[in-house]
């Protein structure tokens, strides 16, 4: 279940990534099978191969991908996310959801 964004910011989202590109939304989330997680950032492209390969680069594997029609994503938890939303420059992401590494 997602909280803390809008309407706007899902709607461009899903722009974004039905265009092509790849796109990131990070926003508050609770799933009982990960309670140690608050937030989680979705990377997605409608191009599974662009989304794969921008995945590679940062260690994460096609397979892990989530195969939705429209909206292919990867769910970025924790010091991934952390690291891959700092690696893309999203600090505003970052600070927004007070988000910390856990790695040293």
């Known amino acids: 279940m997602a909280f803390g964004l809008s ?7 899903k722009e974004r990534v039905a265009s092509g590109e790849v796109a990131l939304l990070t926003h508050f989330w609770y799933d009982p099978r990960f309670p140690e997680y608050k937030t989680v950032t979705k990377a997605g492209c409608s191009n599974k191969a662009t989304l794969a390969r ?9 397979e892990w991908m989530h195969d939705r029609e429209e ?4 769910d970025l938890l924790g010091d991934d996310q952390f690291r ?18 856990t790695f040293k």
Do not use: C, M, T, V
């Open 71 to 74: 909206f292919p994503h990867f």
């Open 7 to 13: 309407k706007r910011e899902l709607a461009e989202w």
């Open 84 to 101: 891959i939303l700092q690696s893309e420059g999203l600090n505003s992401h970052i600070n927004r959801f007070n988000l910390k590494p």
């Open 54 to 62: 921008w995945g590679e680069k940062y260690g994460l594997k096609a």
